[in-house]
């Protein structure tokens, strides 16, 4: 995945401010410590990578709402925050980050994907290694979950802010922080933030649409829980050591001198002699 070096910090001078008649937001507005903060990483050619959740892990109080509103706000961008920049996967969220213009916002829809007891079907990628490495392209990274506590510890850490929102049109935001000497990460008020109502503008209806589609069925995450691997890995075992008991007492039964009822008496068999038999006949059927 390639990256952009930030230039020289003498060459640097402040992001481009967005004016476009399609932003539904007039981002100008918006100030404080959390946006400064962003601009200031900005200005370092940095990213920030945000876990956006609700009190109480809530559902249906605007996380998906204040995403689109602070993408809008905080994508510096020349084209500016697009439906585009939005994904319910996080495969494709993490490929956003090497294709999307410099200084853009993303968004991940239903980031409790990244939880710690869930695997990838099909692919073995540490996601928190990818989000590591993604440093140098102003990128603002939003994951929208129930709470921090369901995405794994490793994204935790690496991410800058936390913002968490108390109703429809308002979050807190808190900087994530690390005890110098307990080592331990906590977080410190930053900013109130209040935002218009998004409902309309097309990202934002782009996100509820991915979100239909996954609760009707019409779009699959290529993620599964790490549980559900291991259960289906398990009943797959226990066929292999079932055909294989079935196909030694066949043999038992056929080729030795050996009784159905001597033969359950073995054992490592673990079953009936009258099961013995049977086993038997349907293995000649």
């Known amino acids: 995945m390639s990256s952009v070096s930030p230039p020289p910090e003498s060459e640097q001078g402040p992001p481009e401010i967005v004016e476009r008649d399609d932003v539904p937001v007039d981002c100008e507005q918006f100030t404080g410590p959390f946006f400064q903060a962003i ?67 993303l968004v991940l829809e239903e980031g409790e994907q990244l939880d710690p007891r869930r695997a990838m079907q099909n692919e073995n990628v540490d996601a928190s290694h990818t989000w590591q490495m993604e440093r140098v392209r102003e990128i603002i990274a939003y994951i929208n979950l129930p709470s921090p506590k369901f995405i794994d510890n490793r994204m935790e850490e690496l991410a800058d802010f936390w913002i968490n929102v108390e109703r429809r049109g308002r979050a807190r935001v808190y900087k994530k922080k690390i005890h110098p000497t307990k080592r331990k990460l906590y977080y410190k008020t930053l900013q109130t933030v209040e935002w218009p109502n998004m409902d309309g503008s097309a990202s934002f209806e782009h996100m509820d649409a991915l979100k239909n589609d996954r609760l009707d069925g019409h779009s699959e995450s290529s993620w599964v829980r790490e549980s559900e691997v291991q259960e289906r890995i398990e009943q797959e075992r226990k066929k292999v050591v079932k055909a294989t008991r079935d196909e030694w007492l066949t043999a038992l039964y056929n080729q030795s001198d050996l009784t159905a009822r001597e033969i359950a008496a073995l054992g490592p068999c673990d079953v009936t002699f009258g099961r013995v038999g049977q086993i038997a006949r349907e293995a000649s059927e």
């Open 39 to 105: 601009g200031k990483r900005k200005l370092e050619g940095r990213d920030a990578k945000i876990l956006v959740t609700a009190d109480n892990a809530e559902t249906g109080v605007g996380k998906s709402n204040f995403c689109d509103f602070s993408g809008y706000v905080t994508d510096t961008s020349k084209v500016g925050f697009k439906p585009r920049k939005v994904a319910i996967d996080p495969p494709e969220f993490f490929s956003k980050y090497g294709v999307v213009e410099k200084g853009s916002a």
